[in-house]
């Protein structure tokens, strides 16, 4: 039986405190405020839903606990009328910096009912701890977590405790995914199969045929032309000022931006090539023109194509970080269609 997650235990929800003690000592305006007391408020930007969808949108949605030790947990995304046939599967970390960001997400749950309906695949969009609070590599882990559920229901003689997933979805066809941190997530939780042939081997019979990396959050202490020139908006989704915040916030203290969890091609790092030659999953890259982590987009494909490992990058013209999940504007609705497609071609082709 699903249980039913209330949005406001989302990795969202304000840590309440009326009288926060001392001064806040790390900032980002209109989404969350750290205090000296360890105190975290983040601000309800972004309206969370619960998983219901409209009949017309062709897709079914139910939530799911994953680990309520660490309260980890998914929505699953799946379309109405390809429920007699078993479909690829996308596991999906949103965005956020790490910080904030919920898969109970209003802007989330539209974008991805949509992918999984006209890509033809079941989503399951993982909600993962949040820094500071639970600094990296706690997202990491509950990505992981988050496959090994997937192989007990998979390997369950009962048909697992979710039935309706082991009927409906095709274990041997499994995307890693996600938007922005949600890719940088995605990308490492690969990096961890990659690294240990004795991951991949625990997690069978599940089979892994490629990553899926929208907008990719990574960082470096040496700055971008694109992070030191490109003109954002006042209201951008991401400013250089806001990712140096994320990266404060998210990684292990006393780290910088060139930890190979912000930067996979810094000096010292030989993970991606680990990675490139143990487990050479297909890679689908998206970026957006107007983004300021376009140039480290682009260097992080030259890097995975010198080191002969298949990939592929879409350029979206005009719009910037995350227009799919935050724009209306008509070409943001174009570009979010053509990257669909995208998605839904590389999916097809390898599944």
Not at 86 to 95: C, E, S, T
Not at 307 to 312: F, G, I, S, T, Y
């Amino acid at each position: 039986m699903a249980a039913t997650i209330d949005p406001s235990l989302s990795g969202l929800e304000m840590h309440k405190n009326l009288n926060p003690q001392g001064a806040v000592i790390d900032e980002i305006e209109g989404l969350i405020r750290v205090y000296k007391d360890g105190h975290v408020e983040r601000l309800p930007i972004v309206p969370c839903v619960t998983c219901a969808l409209a009949p017309d949108m062709g897709v079914t949605s139910r939530d799911i606990v994953i680990d309520k030790f660490t309260n980890i947990w998914a929505l699953f995304y799946v379309p109405i009328l390809c429920q007699s046939t078993k479909l690829p599967l996308l596991v999906y970390f949103h965005g956020g910096g790490f910080c904030v960001g919920s898969a109970a997400w209003s802007c989330y749950h539209e974008f991805l009912a949509t992918l999984a309906k006209k890509a033809g695949c079941i989503i399951m969009s993982v909600n993962y701890r949040l820094a500071p609070e639970n600094p990296l590599p706690a997202a990491y882990e509950d990505g992981f977590t988050s496959l090994m559920w997937l192989k007990q229901q998979a390997t369950s003689s009962c048909g697992g405790s979710v039935d309706w997933l082991s009927r409906q979805c095709n274990f041997s066809s499994i995307f890693l995914a996600g938007d922005s941190a949600g890719a940088n997530i995605a990308h490492n939780v690969a990096l961890r199969l990659g690294n240990s042939n004795n991951k991949v081997a625990t997690l069978k019979p599940l089979t892994f045929k490629g990553t899926i990396l929208i907008q990719p959050f990574f960082g470096g202490e040496a700055r971008t032309n694109s992070e030191k020139y490109l003109a954002q908006p006042p209201r951008s989704a991401l400013s250089l000022a806001a990712s140096d915040t994320y990266w404060r916030l998210a990684l292990p203290r006393g780290s910088n931006r060139d930890h190979p969890w912000s930067n996979p091609m810094s000096k010292g790092s030989t993970e991606l090539e680990q990675y490139c030659g143990l487990l050479p999953l297909p890679t689908l890259v998206c970026i957006s023109e107007m983004d300021i982590l376009k140039d480290r987009n682009l260097e992080f494909c030259s890097a995975l194509g010198r080191a002969d490992k298949r990939v592929e990058h879409v350029m979206y013209k005009g719009v910037g970080h995350a227009f799919q999940i935050l724009s209306k504007s008509q070409l943001s609705l174009t570009r979010t269609h053509e990257m669909v497609v995208h998605i839904k071609a590389f999916i097809t082709t390898r599944s």
